[in-house]
């Protein structure tokens, strides 16, 4: 008689590797799936800062007389900033918000200074995500 050789897998070894390999590919996929959502955050983060730069470098070149004039209609070309609200168009639902308030630094109620807030908010994936930066500028 001839001796049998069993060559091969059984049928536990295959679904045992066949259940390490699904989970190997849906670890995978998750990663994937968690490195693009963050692509898509960094990406309007970065969109987000820039509008917010390019805000501050316009209300930095406006005289600080018209700055801190308060209760005007909003009109950038006048130097009129402050509660302008403007959109931002590479952002879902972008939208940025001025806000000029006096900063009383020394005490004597003189405000030589006034505090900027530019505040840029979006929607991303149902949650509302904000960044702002905020300086001080001096009367000169």
Not at 2 to 11: A, S
Not at 44 to 71: D, Q, Y
Request: proline content about 4%.
């Amino acid at each position: 008689m001839k001796p049998i050789f069993n060559r091969g897998f059984t049928l536990v070894e295959i679904v045992v590797a066949v259940a390490i390999l699904a989970f190997a590919l849906c670890s995978i996929l998750l990663t994937y799936i968690t490195c693009f959502v963050l692509m898509t955050t960094s990406k309007n983060i970065n969109i987000a800062t820039n509008e917010a730069m390019g805000l501050m470098e316009g209300i930095r070149g406006a005289a600080f007389t018209e700055l801190e004039r308060t209760g005007l209609p909003c009109n950038p070309l006048d130097g009129h900033y402050n509660g302008c609200n403007f959109p931002v168009a590479s952002l879902p639902s972008g939208t940025s918000a001025i806000v000029i308030s006096g900063a009383d630094l020394d005490g004597n109620g003189n405000d030589e200074s006034l505090n900027v807030t530019v505040t840029v908010t979006w929607n991303q994936s149902g949650r509302i995500m904000n960044t702002a930066l905020v300086t001080l500028v001096a009367n000169r």
